[in-house]
């Protein structure tokens, strides 16, 4: 299982996973202690990746936890620390059928009790490429700036996996402020984002009210010369 927010490292987990032949869960970084215990316990996990940035994984029980690593996506030199004192693994990647689970996503449904649903590779490979066949143009001259979680399915294949088999560059931004996420894409020059309606949303909401600021600090400065 994974636990962690965007960061090169929540891509670094998932390929190196599906590349050996096992199967990731990602989990919502928002999800409680309790919830993960549930997803991990149902899924059979055998090992955890944790961000120490997330609430729930900081309220953990430190006993009887299945073996793990932490760490800090926002350290300086977070991928340094993620590998620091491990040697690479010398296994070759496994081979595996396509349609083997690549991924096993829990999903509350309609009853409230998280199930997972098992997608293979071919699942995942097949959207991808089929998004990049006829929904979005990706090239590897493009940058794109990711927001949404890595832990739903549409970034997980529209924002990483297709942007990948294109070439294309992947930024993550620290936080969902519309000033950071402004800044970030100015300065990656960055061509795609892909997002839902609720993100475009606040983003225009936060611009409108720095420009009605602007408005109102004109006028009352107008109205002093």
């Not at 996990?45 to 006993?63: H, I, T, Y």
């Not at 088999?165 to 100015?186: F, N, P, Q, W």
Request: charge should be negative.
């Amino acid at each position: 299982v994974i636990v962690s927010e965007n960061c090169p490292e929540w891509s670094m987990v998932a390929f190196a996973v599906m590349n050996l032949g096992a199967a990731l869960v990602p989990i919502a970084a928002i999800s409680y202690a309790e919830e993960i215990l549930v997803i991990a316990r149902e899924s059979g996990a055998k090992f955890a990746f944790f961000s120490r940035r997330c609430a729930g994984v900081k309220a953990l029980p430190k006993e009887n936890l299945l073996p793990h690593v932490t760490w800090d996506p926002q350290d300086e030199n977070p991928i340094a620390n993620f590998i620091y004192g491990h040697e690479p693994d010398k296994t070759n990647a496994a081979k595996v059928s396509v349609d083997a689970p690549a991924l096993l996503i829990f999903t509350s449904g309609t009853t409230g009790h998280p199930k997972g649903v098992p997608l293979s590779h071919r699942n995942i490979l097949t959207n991808a490429e089929d998004i990049l066949a006829d929904i979005i143009s990706v090239s590897a001259s493009d940058a794109l700036v990711g927001v949404l979680p890595l832990s739903h399915m549409f970034e997980f294949t529209c924002g990483l996996i297709a942007p990948c088999i294109a070439g294309a560059s992947i930024t993550y931004v620290k936080s969902l402020r519309s000033e950071d996420l402004l800044h970030a894409m100015r300065k990656v020059h960055a061509t795609i984002l892909i997002g839902v309606p609720l993100l475009f949303e606040v983003i225009a909401r936060s611009l409108e009210s720095k420009i009605a600021d602007i408005a109102v600090a004109t006028a009352d400065y107008l109205r002093t010369i």
